[in-house]
């Protein structure tokens, strides 16, 4: 009966992931050298029919990486989890199973981007910043302006919808 009620608040709200690694850094202005780079990233990404973040009643849709992490983390779905606070710019969980990592030195991370830390923390970012930590990526929530709102202060229950 819980898992029923669980997944149905899923198939309603949006799975938002964060896990942090130590990626801080102060929020830029996004550069036309990094608008036309995130273009590119873009382009790597695909969408799967259905696939949401959600938080709450409110539902993103989720374009995923072309990485075996996400397709591995696909796999797993529907993930339904409490999300730790990290940094002021991050949710993250800890999965119990590494995933198979290609970590890229990514240097800017931006709000919605869904990320893979230490091949075990499942990471989503509300705040662009640059880094100079390693992620695999994982996916990017489409239309992510209000994510920072939607994710609020503090964990929060996120999930993540096939």
Known sequence: MIRQFFFCCGLIALFVLGCGGPGISAPEAQSSSTAATSAGKEAEMHETGGTSLVVGSKAYALQWADT?????????????????????????????????????????????????????????????????????????????DDLDAALGAGDVFLTLNP
Do not use: C, W
């Open 68 to 144: 075996t992490a996400a397709s591995e983390l696909r796999q797993q779905l529907p993930l339904a989890k409490t999300f730790t606070e990290l940094h002021g710019n991050e949710k993250y969980y800890k999965l119990s199973q590494r995933l198979t990592a290609a970590d890229e030195d990514v240097r800017e991370i931006h709000k919605g981007d869904v990320m893979l830390f230490d091949g075990q923390y499942v990471v989503v970012f509300y705040q662009d910043f640059q880094t100079t930590y390693r992620y695999t990526r994982l996916g990017h929530v489409e239309a992510a």
